[in-house]
């Protein structure tokens, strides 16, 4: 069985403040895929990355970074000076094995970013 | 046009009614899915369809009915729901060759379903 926590329901920050979303995975496969998507307002979910557990390199994406760290079983996400821009609903999630076609989701952390 | 667009983006039916979702991509993916987002679940996977052909059917009720008569189109039939079926119904599309693992999801802007 499979599981992603995201046990930050809802933070707000104001804007240009740095934030943290954090993201517990549980699996027992060696082999599996974290991913972090964006819901804004309007409802799509926007795919911002990809991580395969082989490769625990950081990594960043102008004011996007991501933490994987194997040995806790996390994969936090870090908005460096947030914008407005960056309010939304975002969601962790997990897949395993070569060929699988589920995906687990977290449950989800509701972003404000204040003004 | 580019991407995956569901329409409509809203709907109200009442427990009687019959109607359908429908979901279309230009990305050139041969899988297709349908998600169901309850307020404060997780996004529950319905179904897959992997050209053309279901392979996966969450134990979905059968009041929803899946269609996807090729690899761009998919649509959801709906009839005599329950309030509880009300949610943001998203569709998604992949690559399937290799799994998720190489070939992300991407999601339309779902519609919005309330049953009365």
């Known amino acids: 069985a499979q599981k992603v926590t995201q046990a930050q329901t809802e933070i707000s920050v104001v804007e240009k403040e740095d934030v943290t979303l954090d993201c517990v995975y549980e699996?027992?496969?060696?082999?599996?895929?974290l991913f972090w998507y964006k819901q804004p307002p309007s409802g799509e979910l926007v795919f911002l990355i990809r991580?395969?557990?082989?490769?625990?390199q950081n990594e960043i994406s102008g004011r996007y970074s991501w933490n994987f760290q194997k040995s806790t079983s996390s994969f936090n996400f870090t908005i460096t000076a947030s914008q407005v821009v960056d309010s939304a609903v975002y969601f962790c999630?997990?897949?395993?094995?070569?060929?699988?076609?589920?995906?687990?989701f977290g449950t989800g952390t509701r972003l404000t970013i204040i003004p | 046009e580019t991407g995956v667009t569901q329409t409509p983006r809203h709907l109200v039916m009442g427990m009687t009614n019959k109607k359908s979702l429908k979901c279309e991509q230009h990305l050139g993916h041969n899988a297709m899915y349908w998600y169901k987002q309850s307020a404060k679940k997780p996004l529950e996977l319905m179904f897959v369809y992997n050209f053309k052909e279901q392979t996966e059917n969450n134990s979905v009720p059968s009041r929803f009915s899946p269609e996807c008569p090729n690899s761009s189109h998919l649509f959801l039939h709906l009839h005599t729901l329950q309030p509880e079926d009300s949610a943001l119904y998203l569709c998604?599309?992949?690559?399937?060759?290799?799994?998720?693992?190489?070939?992300?999801?991407?999601f339309g802007n779902g519609t919005r379903l309330t049953v009365t």
């Open positions: 699996t027992r496969d060696t082999t599996y895929y």
């Open positions: 991580r395969n557990s082989f490769d625990e």
């Open positions: 998604a599309s992949s690559h399937q060759t290799g799994g998720l693992g190489n070939s992300p999801l991407h």
């Open positions: 999630a997990l897949t395993t094995n070569f060929g699988n076609e589920k995906l687990t």
